[in-house]
Nanobody, 130 residues
């Protein structure tokens, strides 16, 4: 079973920083992109940022551009999201996700940028207090 394990969430004050990590070492299926989504209460899950594996290019949503930085450690098969200048509207459960190869039947699919993400971690809560 392919696993994505997030860590690093927590409570932070307005303007603070947090670093999220996703351990993808247990994800054995080949994937084409890996990134982060978030879901606030009562809202749809939305894309935050991703890295395309082929060229290591990055993509950010307009909501986080300039404040968040995504990075990948290929040797450890981990991806991180450095979040700075956090705002209360960044409060959400953050999910690590991949674009896996192979059939996508029965999976939750969300299009973001150039990709359709289909594999999800369990999520980590980020709460920003005002």
């Amino acid at each position: 079973q392919d696993l994505l394990v997030e860590s690093g969430g927590g409570l932070v004050q307005f303007g603070g920083s947090l670093r999220l990590s996703c351990d993808a070492s247990g994800f054995t299926t080949k994937y084409y992109a890996i990134g982060w989504f978030r879901q606030a209460p009562g809202k749809e899950r939305e894309g935050v940022s991703y890295i395309s594996i082929s060229d290591e290019s990055t993509y950010y949503s307009d909501a986080v551009k300039g404040r968040f930085t995504i990075s990948r450690d290929k040797t450890k098969n981990m991806v991180s999201l450095q979040m700075r200048g956090l705002k209360p509207e960044d409060t959400a459960v953050y999910y690590c996700a991949t674009v896996p190869s192979g059939p996508l039947g029965g999976k939750r699919l969300i299009e973001f940028g150039d990709w359709v993400f289909a594999a999800w971690g369990q999520g980590t809560q980020v709460t920003v207090s005002s």
